[in-house]
């Protein structure tokens, strides 16, 4: 029989997410989500860094050797003792339901290693090697508003991504029924297509092929844009859709659900102009859900029309602006973009 070459790095990959969103949901649905505002005055939850232990768990145990660029660190949890205490209560629960083979992705021996496991996840990245980029909650304040988050990783080998998987918790399973049960698994391999199935565990809905919508003109879709006006440019991104003939107002969306949605066929372009000359993109806010978009039938670029390099650091250094859009459509909504950025200023 033959496999693909990244077939045995994308099951461990859906798996570890899976497990992990077993665990932020389960936090999301308890009393306490131990929310800390970090450095940078964003939110991290013991969702956050429960969710980075499992997912680095799960790689220890299939893949020793590979790197690990992670967002978060265990400094909260050796400080603060009622935190530490209370998420390993949540993750030993969910290790003893044991819902997701423990056999292919490991445990986590106690609360000393849960947190040297998080720890494992600050390599600097770089241009060579196995190195995979995580984010254990991508859009953790959509995650505290009850909205859309992704527990998220990608494999990046010499700098290409190769791999990607995605739990989306609060994402319907049937586009036909949007208030329906919730809760999605992404994944994608380079060359072999992407796929989705419900999250849940012990759900037996096989995995089945996803595809972007197969619009030939930019003005039948639809975009997608972050939820925080501060992230990107909400203005500019109205004024590239109106110049492509988008009528449809835009859907704001949270995190990686928006690589996602369009993966899936729920809406058709990700647009996000960057709102400050200072912020970098994030490696492990891209690498699945472009890898996810692009085995769907996508492009992922800068505002250029360049490809994104993840072999830069932790940060996509240089990057101006993400556009992922149908294969179809590229060309024309990056001429719209270039239009839109060499407008004068009045
Ligand atoms: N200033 C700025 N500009 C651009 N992006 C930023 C900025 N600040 C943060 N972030 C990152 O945005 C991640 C959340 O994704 P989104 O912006 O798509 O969603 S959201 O609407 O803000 O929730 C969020 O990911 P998480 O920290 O994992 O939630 C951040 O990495
Ligand atoms: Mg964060
Ligand atoms: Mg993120
Ligand atoms: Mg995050």
Request: glycine share 10%; aromatic share 4%; proline share 5%.
């Amino acid at each position: 029989m033959s496999t693909s070459p990244y077939a045995c790095e994308r099951r461990i990959a859906e798996l570890a997410v899976q497990r992990a969103a077993l665990l932020t949901d389960r936090i999301y649905n308890s009393q306490v989500k131990g929310t800390t505002i970090k450095e940078d005055k964003s939110p991290v939850t013991l969702a956050d860094l429960g969710g980075q232990a499992l997912v680095i768990a799960a790689l220890r145990h299939a893949f020793p050797d590979d790197f690990i660029v992670g967002e978060e660190d265990s400094e909260i949890l050796r400080k603060e003792d009622d935190k530490r205490n209370l998420l390993w209560s949540h993750i030993k629960e969910v290790l003893d339901e044991g819902l997701v083979p423990e056999a292919e992705i490991g445990t986590i021996r106690g609360e000393v290693d849960m947190m040297n496991l998080i720890d494992r996840g600050n390599h600097g990245g770089g241009r060579t090697g196995r190195i995979w980029a995580l984010d254990p909650v991508d859009g953790t304040l959509g995650f505290l508003r009850g909205g859309q988050y992704a527990v998220a990783l990608g494999l990046m080998v010499d700098a290409q991504v190769q791999v990607g998987a995605m739990a989306c918790p609060n994402l319907p399973v049937e586009l036909s029924k949007p208030d329906g049960a919730k809760g999605i698994l992404l994944s994608a391999e380079r060359g072999q297509g992407a796929t989705e199935r419900p999250s849940d565990p012990t759900s037996t809905t096989p995995a089945k092929p996803i595809h972007m919508n197969p619009i030939s003109s930019a003005a039948e879709g639809s975009f997608c844009e972050s939820v925080e006006a501060s992230h990107s440019r909400h203005d500019m991104q109205a004024n590239i859709a109106t110049k492509l003939g988008i009528t449809k107002p835009s859907v704001r969306m949270d995190s990686q659900a928006k690589y996602a949605s369009i993966a899936r066929g729920d809406g058709d372009l990700y647009l996000r102009m960057p709102s400050s000359s200072t912020y970098e993109e994030k490696i492990w806010d891209h690498a699945a859900g472009s890898i996810i978009v692009e085995e769907a039938g996508g492009v992922v670029t800068d505002a250029s029309g360049k490809p994104l390099d993840f072999g830069t650091g932790k940060t996509l250094k240089a990057n101006k602006g993400i556009i992922a859009t149908p294969a179809s459509v590229h060309a024309e909504v990056i001429k719209a973009v270039k239009e839109e950025l060499e407008k004068p200023d009045l």
